[in-house]
């Protein structure tokens, strides 16, 4: 069974601008959450999406939003970047319907915005 | 609002060693204490959940514990390896699907 898929592994954009980030998840589950990670602040959680509904979303501005689809892939949309948002982007992938589940994570975006 | 504390923040022995990492969270309302490992430029890796009914889990030469009244779980690592080089790190699930992470135990075992 395939894992976690992420693209792009790598990005650069700069100040002002947005990227969108895509998260394939392991065939046949139906939650994907996603994580921001740096340096100075760890893992953070980001939002997480479950049959397309945006299930339970953390403490980040309104310029981090994601949405959907109907075969479960969801993408991760940045607008306005900042130099901040510079981070590593993880998606992670569960059934969703158990709370003692583990999830399954990507490799992740590694994004650098100048 | 919960919040989870790794000790060390890194540790360095020699190969063979047994070794203890550290997590401990403020919040005792958690449904499972998950370890991962991640490597340089990857992703993460599951290595051990347990539930919050549960004591300890083990996994080969892992074995994780956890004492929720206290707000404590190690991480047991047997006969470390230089494969065993990583960072670890500790979450606990909040019942939202949502992982709230320490930041990290950065592992390095010397051959």
């Known amino acids: 069974k395939a894992g976690v898929t992420q693209t792009p592994r790598y990005l650069i954009k700069t100040r002002g601008q947005q990227v969108t980030l895509s998260c394939s998840p392991i065939?046949?589950?139906?939650?994907v959450s996603w994580y921001q990670q740096t340096p100075g602040q760890g893992l953070q959680f980001l939002f997480e999406y479950f049959s397309e509904t945006q299930r339970n979303k953390g403490n980040f501005p309104g310029r981090f939003s994601g949405r959907q689809f109907s075969n479960s892939r969801s993408e991760m949309n940045v607008s306005t970047l900042e130099l901040g948002d510079s981070a590593l982007y993880l998606c992670?992938?569960?059934?969703?319907?158990?709370?003692?589940?583990?999830?399954?994570f990507g490799p992740g975006t590694r994004l650098l915005v100048l | 609002k919960q919040e989870v504390t790794q000790i060390p923040a890194a540790l360095s022995v020699p190969e063979g060693e047994n070794l203890v990492l550290n997590c401990s969270f403020t919040d005792s309302a958690i449904y499972n204490l998950q370890w991962f490992r991640q490597d340089p430029g990857k992703g993460l890796t599951s290595l051990l959940l347990?539930?919050?009914s549960q004591r300890e889990q083990t996994s080969g030469r892992l074995n994780a514990s956890l004492d929720k009244s206290s707000g404590r779980s190690t991480l047991y690592i047997a006969a470390s390896q230089p494969g065993d080089s990583a960072t670890y790190l500790c979450?606990?699930?909040?019942?939202?699907?949502?992982?709230?992470w320490g930041a990290g135990t950065k592992l390095i075992i010397k051959p």
């Open positions: 979450a606990v699930e909040d019942g939202n699907y949502q992982l709230i």
């Open positions: 065939s046949g589950h139906r939650s």
């Open positions: 992670a992938s569960s059934s969703g319907t158990d709370y003692q589940e583990t999830q399954y």
């Open positions: 347990i539930q919050s």
